[in-house]
């Protein structure tokens, strides 16, 4: 890179790897240097949590606070009605209002945690486009909007173009997608001020027909930022793991279950991971990440203590780091692991091994759970699981039993 930035948010972003792509690098600095910028992420009301793949651009925004700056969450109350179909294979399914609104509350929790909200300078605002969308009259629109995209031109946008190549159906409603998302950046331009849009790489043709409209309708200079698409070093996508989405909300995946992610990091990650996902120094970071043999696991547990911290306090880190210690170190029952709980009723039946491994999210079905005793991947309390027709009841549940999958994946089976 030839420009070198000035402001600090640009250098901070740089240095630490989350820049992908800008659409003027050195006019958004300038802007950058004056102070108070306001700038937007979108998030489509998809889910009740946000997920580990959606962190590198919370942490951004983050960043783009510590700096001085205005982040806006802009949550899509009215896209979500829509779906964005960037890089899917297939249409996502569409919810009711009721829904999207469940989600929208269940996941400000979330960004609480990383931004501070409020009427100052630099305080986070959320935002919900249907302020906005849901109003909207379809005549007026397709007039006052809809005649400043070119088909031929969102025809050739990546995003959609994967689709077509792949002769997948893409709906009339999907298309409109990057309209709405267009039209959002000129309305935050118009009502907030707001002077940048960031997200994902794969936003990039989204982000473009936003500063080409407000260009055209109200002829303002805006700018676009993207972060890479992050995939782990052995390919898998960044969030996902064995047992699903990694979730940000407590509620859906226990601290420990998140600490034991950033802790099972591939050693090749480390380095990287610490500094998108943590705010160590960058010298901080490369000594970790540059740590050999049995020695990278320091790494990896201040990792996992850093972000744990950040997304659900220094109490659940400590807890989940104290009961991997005891779950690896000292062989016990660490009281902070994933919990199946059973009645009465259900010990007297007796549950199969097979449910309770499914039950407990260490298999997906029970085809999963019969291959993973089979090849010898199952424990319980420790001693190798070789009879997938096993059943639990509640003579073998005086004291919890411990289930393990692999190496690293643990739960408790215990009584009601």
Known sequence: MTYQPKSDFLRIIIERGFLADCTDLQGLDEALLKG???AYIGYDATAKSLHVGHLLNIMLLRWFQKTGNKPITLMGGGTTKVGDPSFRSDERPLLTPEAIDGNIASMKNVFAKYLAYGDGASDAIMLNNAEWL????????????GRHFSVNRMLSFESVKSRIDREQSLSFLEFNYMILQAYDFLELRRRYGCLLQMGGSDQWGNIVNGIDLTRRVIDAQIFGLTTPLLTTSDGRKMG?????AMWLNADMLS???????????????????LKLYTELPVE??????????SEINEGKIVLAREVTTLCHGADAAEAAEATAKAVFEQGGLGEDLPRVTLTAAEAA????IVQLFVRAGLAKSGKDAKRLIAEGGARVNDEALGDTGLVITGADLSSPL???AGRKRHALVALD
């Open 255 to 273: 601290p420990y279950e998140f600490w034991q992610f950033w802790r099972n990091t591939t050693d090749a990650d480390v380095g990287r991971f």
């Open 349 to 352: 039946e007796g549950v199969s």
């Open 240 to 244: 996902k793991s064995q047992g699903g």
């Open 402 to 404: 411990k289930l393990t």
């Open 36 to 38: 108070g910028v306001p």
């Open 134 to 145: 849901d109003g909207l009259n379809y005549l007026e629109f397709l007039r006052d909007i």
């Open 284 to 293: 901080e970071c490369d000594r970790l990440g540059a740590l050999q043999g």
